[in-house]
């Protein structure tokens, strides 16, 4: 919480019953919103409560159905991304809107000069990015290539690039789902300095302990609506967690069970896939147990997944599921020998969206009996295998021929967990299992996970989600710059620790 | 004269110059399109066109740079054209680019048996003319090479300055590069990603149909059929060979006009022993040679040949 | 303006768009034909007499449209793997010069072992031009689509080569023209008397196999998985560079029949001008059929009608017959923007 708001109300930003259909879908059900100068109102929602749509209609991606958008008490011609821009509006997404091969200087002043000037001014509008810098103290290379920089700095990049426009209200997406806790308390900082001078902020976040520890006040969204609007100051984690999600959640409790022998081992692993790298990475799944991996994106979990899932070759030292060393790891031998593998991108790896429902359940396993003789596929098996999952997985589709592309996400990864689980894995890799899911499927997976445990199987649980792998982890482990700390047991961590540990610290005495 | 010895003459060094500019224009063309994120495969066809239009115009009385200048808007209506199709309706861009091609290289073939039906030796007209730079034509090797070339050449050369320029000093230009490396960006920028896409490939359709239009008024002095033969495809290759940069392709483009040049010399002095198909194939097979050396180290356009829609990730 | 996909396709849709499509293209034909002067209603009655109206215009269209079923199934096939095989053309002058090799009297086989010799012959031939550009974009990352264009102008020049050169005719009065192909190497008219040959009967019937490799097969289920998320297949587990590699064998072997069949069907000979084009042609047919076997059959009689139906307009009203080739590429892009339209639907804002 913070307290002593600066200067007097005064509204800056007003949503007047704005709404938005999809089809059947209510996006937005008359949201009704208003921004004071000077302070962060938070805009809590879980994924698919209308966050990211209202703000696209601010920004003139849609237009509403319904309603208006005042800014200064001035409307807000619809459907012109140009408008918000020229308000003064600006926004800092969640995936970072960078062109990776240019410069940083390029970046921010790519949209602020007229476009048929015969000359750009680069020494001036480099001298201007420099005293930003420095008075916000947001730390970054004006000709660095972002290709090179961390996340951390792009984001800086993408706070600059707005406050290059002169913005007088910023909007952060889920602005710290890439950050480690030690980053973004140093975000909140300079957001706390922002305010200061003048400028407003709306921060979008599904994580309660954020919104109170940023925010002055908090908008709530659940499935297109509006349900509160509080002062921060007087609420509780618990009041905020009923009104996001409409009920009380308990988290999943897993049983605590002995672990049987290792399915999965790794020993002093080596890899490397363009500029990251596995360093000796050391590694144990037991029957029965959930290992699970935290680290900032981009510190190496996605190579130790790459590698399980057969599609990355190790350079050194060993792989071995069930105690047998792996030597040509492939996708088709990982599936063969009973990993089950649930990609990090649904859309880019999991799914071939073109294809049918029925085509990307049995992909997987074309090759084997069940699904084709000489070569020649048993379409009648593999529909019968369809229908028994759509049933067992509650997918919702049209059918075993619908288009898997036009699936929600949630019933992709109904569909991807039925592929892999239907065959009794002995190890489970789940990376990133519930990213941008919703509630619902959220719960689902989570269920999945634990019932696999149950039936003895290992599981490998890749996520950047704190709280996900505390509520089902066994033990934890950290990655960090391609290296993997000790693992330790679930009772002997803490949210704090994690996060040292994620930004390097702490890593070699941890036991 | 041995092979050797070729190499110091200042025929040869002329005759690449002369080789490279039409490639040059279609280079730089080729360059502009993929740098906004579009590969346009309708190169050989639109240069064929630019080819056509510009010898027509001529033929028909207009003056030598109106020939020019209609063979530039052929070819920005041929690129409104694919970038249309292209940008907005995301269409494949293998297939309209191949699309385009077969209508350009066939609409000129049509019109000119609509304007001549029947003739036995093509028409002619009175091409460009050298035009020696004071001073300068005079110098050894480097005269002949560079300062006795007809005005078109020199064109070529101010443009690969121009379009350098452009597209590193220029805001329009950083939008075009913004737009072929992420669209996205460019867009939440307040950059209209089709409008750049689309006038990126009328400006580098434009370039394209002037390199046609040497052929017939700089190089040749009259239009007959296949002329432009494989040109355009050499182009993509000499963007690939210049990493997406206006001063490589240049010097792609003139290394490429000097072994065209010395092959043809060569064959002279070895044809009775080589065929001289093998010279002619050269151009082709160092091309290939010149994509697979390059294939490692290129930073391409990241958004190259893939459509943007708006609202999709 | 925004494109928003259709989660239902109607039927009607599926059809009509294609149909108005073609539509498109003759009014823009009409008006070019009138720039010379003669009346299109006139044109097109000729163009349709010329290509359906008798027997004979028939099977001279069946004849034409023969090569184009063998190249538009080539580029179908690679295409379904979105591996972008423009070479069409080479392959098929590859497979015309094995057929050549083999077939003019260095084999005295009997008919029934000769015509499948050199069926193979020229199948391997058209496989193995494409497998090198295959190679340098699975080993080097080589865009293939300028590999295949630049092979297609490398191999005429080598064919020219041969037929100066070593594959020349001695009898040939000077002509740079192959010998002939024996009498059992060549293949049997399908009508006694006319010019349409078996190689038809040969297209029609691969038409049918990569159309039962495309339902059925595993292979055909890997190059569809390869060509729409190359990522998604691998992680998968298939093999993509080898699905493209097998691809590419099957896709070159296709062009390679095409020459195959032209030489032992029709021409008895290999020349320079074997092919007009049939190598980029079979682009817009394999187009024009939504890349669907069966209909690449329907596609490549379309397409040939038109070909066959302007020469003979072009003898008989003195339009230009490349009014047919222009006619051709208007159909392909109109037809890729309707399909496009039948998938998505144009909202403005």
Redesign the interface.
Known sequence: MIDGKTGEQETVLRFNNVSKNFGPLVANDAISLSLQRGEILGLLGENGAGKTTLMNILFGHY?ADGGSIEVDGVALPP?QPKAALAQGIGMVHQHFTLAENLTVLDNIILGTESLWRWRSDRTGAKARILALISSYGLKVSPDAVVAQLSVGERQRVEILKALYRKVRILILDEPTAVLTPQESAELFHTLRAFVEKGLSIIFISHKLNEILGACHRVAVLRGGRKVAERDVAGVTREDLAELMVGRLLSPPKSAAKLPGSMVLQLKKVTARKAVLRLNAVDLAVCEGEIVGIAGVSGNGQGLLADLV???LAVKSGKVLLDGEVVTSA???T??DKGVA?I?EDRH????????SVV?NLI??R??TADF?RH???D?KNAERFAAGIIADYEVKCAGPAARA??LSGGNMQKLILGRVMAHAPKLVLANQPTRGLDVGAVAYVHEQLLAARRRGAGILLISEDLDELLALSDRICVMYRGSLSLAMARTAVTIQKLGLMMAGQELDHAA | MQAFEILFTASLWAAAIRIASPLIFGTLGELICERAGV?N?GIEGIMTAGAFSGWLTVFMGGDLWLGVLVAALVGALLGL?HGT?VV?????Q???G???T??A???S??AY??VF?AVTSPPKIEPFQVWPVPGLSGLPLVGPALFQQTPLTYFAFVMVGVVAWVLYRTPVGLAVRTVGENPSAAEAQGIDVIRIRIISVMAGSALMGIGGSFITLSAFNSFFFEMT??RG??C??LV?FGSWRPGKALLGAILFGFFDAYQLRLQQLAGAVI?Y??F??MP??L??LA??VM??RVAYPRALMVPY???ER | ???E?R?HRPLWQNLAFPVLALAFASVVCAF?VT??GASPMQVFGLMVKGAMGTQFAFLETLTRATPLIFTGLAAAVAFRAKL?N?GAEAQLYIGAVMTVVMGTGLLPLPSAILIPVLMISAILGGALVLSVPTF?KTR????E???T??????VL??V??LL??VLKDPMGLGWPQSRKITADGLLPKLVQGKRLHFGFAVAILAAMFVWILDR????G??M??VG??A?????????VNRVLAKTALLSGGLAGLAGWSEVTGLKGSLTLDLSPGFG?TG??VA?LALLHPLGVVAAAIFVAAVFVGADAMSRAA?V?S??A??M???S??SI??AI?FTRYRMRW?
């Open positions: 237009v459907g899932a057969g599609t492939t996708p088709r990982m599936v593998r990609p880019a790896e999991g799914l071939v969206s073109d294809m085509e992909a997987e074309l090759h084709s070569g020649f596929i379409w592309g036009l | 590969l495969l054209l199709l907005p309706l995301g269409l494949s293998h297939v309209i191949i699309g385009i077969l209508l290289t066939s609409l073939y049509y048996r609509l039906p033969n494989g495809w050499i993509i290759a690939v065929p198909q093998i002619l194939m082709f097979v091309s290939i994509l697979i294939s490692r829609r708006r609202g | 303006m925004r494109l996909l989660e070019l720039l010379s972008w423009i340098l080097f990352g080589v865009d689509v300028v590999t264009l630049l092979l297609n102008f490398i020049l080598f020219s080569m100066e050169g059925r097969h595993v292979l289920f890997e569809r998985a729409h998320n990522k998604a297949a691998h992680f998968a587990g298939i093999a980029y682009i817009v187009m003195g230009p490349y009014i080739q222009v051709v590429a208007v392909l892009l890729v923007t496009m804002r």
